[in-house]
């Protein structure tokens, strides 16, 4: 019941401003939503995701021949409406990813996205999935709390921004199914 007037408000909302950023309900079982997530490792304080095994960033070459493979990173990543870091905020991202090939860059991710702003402020979604940085990269989403729980769904990623060893701007599109 609470999901349901939840999901009438954001139509009346989406009506009455015609406009709705970050996300869209097309009916009672299905959310889009759209954000940007931030990665900063290797950058000292300022890092949002940090290494916990193997280097910490100095022999970057070697580690890129190696295609990361052991390393688990734990990451704290801004999400933000619009693709610059400084645009209006989503929420944090909040987990791990390992590096699990020798082969190829592939890295396993497991996180919570913590939406903090919005009418699905205080809700999460967990992700799962292995990604290889390439064009239609895809997550599962496998449930979630507050006016996602029990729901799934489909993130598809895009990557907007690699800076080197630096930092990486990620365009996410989430498809929620409710229960
Ligand atoms: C961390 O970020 C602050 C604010 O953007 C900046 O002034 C500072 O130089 C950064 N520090 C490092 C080590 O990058
Ligand atoms: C990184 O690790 C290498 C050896 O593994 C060490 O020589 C270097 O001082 C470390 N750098 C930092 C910034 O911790
Ligand atoms: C990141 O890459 C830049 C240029 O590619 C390099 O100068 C810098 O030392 C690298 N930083 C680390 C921590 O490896
Ligand atoms: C989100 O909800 C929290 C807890 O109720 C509240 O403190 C915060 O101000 C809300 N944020 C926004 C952007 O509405």
Redesign the pocket.
């Known amino acids: 019941m609470q999901l349901l007037s939840a999901i009438i408000l954001v139509v009346l909302i989406f009506f009455s401003t015609g406009c709705v950023q970050d996300h869209l309900v097309v009916s009672a079982q299905i959310v889009y939503l759209q954000w940007y997530m931030h990665d900063t490792p290797y950058s000292g304080p300022n890092s949002s995701s940090i290494p916990v095994t193997g280097s910490n960033g100095s022999d970057f070459q070697t580690e890129v021949q190696d295609k990361f493979f052991g390393q688990i990173f734990v990451f704290d990543d801004p999400l933000t409406l619009g693709p610059s870091p400084q645009s209006a905020s989503f929420g944090r991202a909040q987990g791990t990813y390992t590096y699990v090939s020798r082969e190829e860059f592939v890295s396993y991710v497991s996180y919570t996205v913590s939406i903090?702003?919005g009418v699905y402020?205080?809700s999460t979604l967990n992700i799962l999935g292995a990604s290889q940085y390439l064009p239609g990269n895809k997550y599962a989403i496998v449930g979630g709390t507050g006016d996602f729980i029990l729901a799934r769904g489909i993130l598809k990623e895009v990557v907007v921004n690699l800076f080197g060893n630096a930092s990486a701007t990620l365009s996410h599109h989430a498809t929620v199914y409710l229960e």
């Open positions: 903090r702003s402020n205080g």
